[in-house]
C-alpha cells in the first residue's frame, strides 16, 4: 500500500515514485545511472548529451556557497555515440530513463532526439536552459524559438518529449515560453535549470570559476523555483516536474503542492548522499496520511 501511494504518471510513463535523477549528476554512464536506480530513484534523466565528445570549460568548474553549489561544467559528455551503449545497459535492466540532449539548433536537436529513441529512453528531456553554455542560453527564453525546437521535434518522435526550461524570473516571460512549448506538442515541462550567478575570491579579486559566471543550484533556488511552478501551473494543463533544492520529503511535497508531478533532484546527492531518493520518499510519508501523492499535485492552489 506505501508503495502505491508514491506512484504517479507524467503523461504516459508509470513511475514507482515521484523522484528522479536531475540531469547532470551521475548521468553520464549506465553504470551509475543504474546505481542511482538501485538507490530508489523513480526514473533517472542522462547528462545532457550533444553531438560530440566535449570537455567542458577549464576548471574550477564548482564553487559551494552557503546555501547551494555553483557551477560552471560547460556540458562536457561523452557524445551520443558513446551514451547510447551506457542508455542500453539500463534499459536491459528495465530502469526508466529520460535522455536529455543539448544541440545548436532545430535539426542537431532531431538527430540526437532520434538516437535517443533508437537507444530505448521512455522520454527526451530537451535541455533549452543551460545558463552557461554559448550560443544556448538564450533557446529557453525565446518564446518561438523554444516554440520551433519543441515542435520540430515532438512531431518526428514517438517518445515523450519534456521540455527543460531556464532558470528565469522573468514570470511573463517563462510563461509565454510554457504557453509555446505546450502548443508545439511537449508532453511535460521540468522547471528550472540553475539561475545565473557568480562568486568573486576577495583575497585573489578575481571570480572563481573558470568560466567566471555560472549556475545557482540547491537550497538557495528551492522558493525561487517554486514560486516558477506555481504560476506555471495556473497557465499550462500538461505535467510539471520540479527541479530545484530538493534536500528532503518536506521539499518534495512543496513541489507537488505547487503543482508538480514530480522531482528531479540533483544538488541534493551531494548534500546527503546517492540514497537520497529513498530518504526523501520515506520523509514524504507522514505528509500523505492515508492519500496518494497524486491527490496532492496542485493543491496548495
Ligand atoms: C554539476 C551540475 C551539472 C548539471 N548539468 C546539467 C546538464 O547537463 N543538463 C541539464 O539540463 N541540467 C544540468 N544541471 C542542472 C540540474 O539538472 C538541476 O536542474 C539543477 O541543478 C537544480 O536542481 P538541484 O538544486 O536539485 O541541483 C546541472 C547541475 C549541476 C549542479
Redesign the pocket.
Known sequence: MTKEKLKVTIGTIEIKNPTIL????LGQTGANLKRVLRSGAGAVVT??IGPKPREGYSGPN?VQTPCG?L?A?G?PNPGMENMVEEIETVKEKGGTVIG?IFGEGLEEFKKLSRKMEEAGVDAVEL?L??PHAKKLSTIGNDPEMAERITKGVSKESDAPIWT?LPGNTNISNLLEVAQSVQKAGADAITI???FPGMAIDARAERPVLGHETG?L??PA?KPIALRLIYEVYKKVDIPIIG????MNGEDMIEYLLAGASAV?????IMWRDIDIFEKVCEEALPYLEDRSVTKLIGSAH
Open positions: 536531475a540531469a547532470g549528476i547528462k545532457s564548482i553549489l557551477n561544467m556540458l536529455s535541455n536552459s543551460c527543460k528550472a535549470n540553475t549556475g543550484s540547491g533556488i527541479s530545484g533544492g530538493v528531479e533532484i540533483g544538488t541534493g
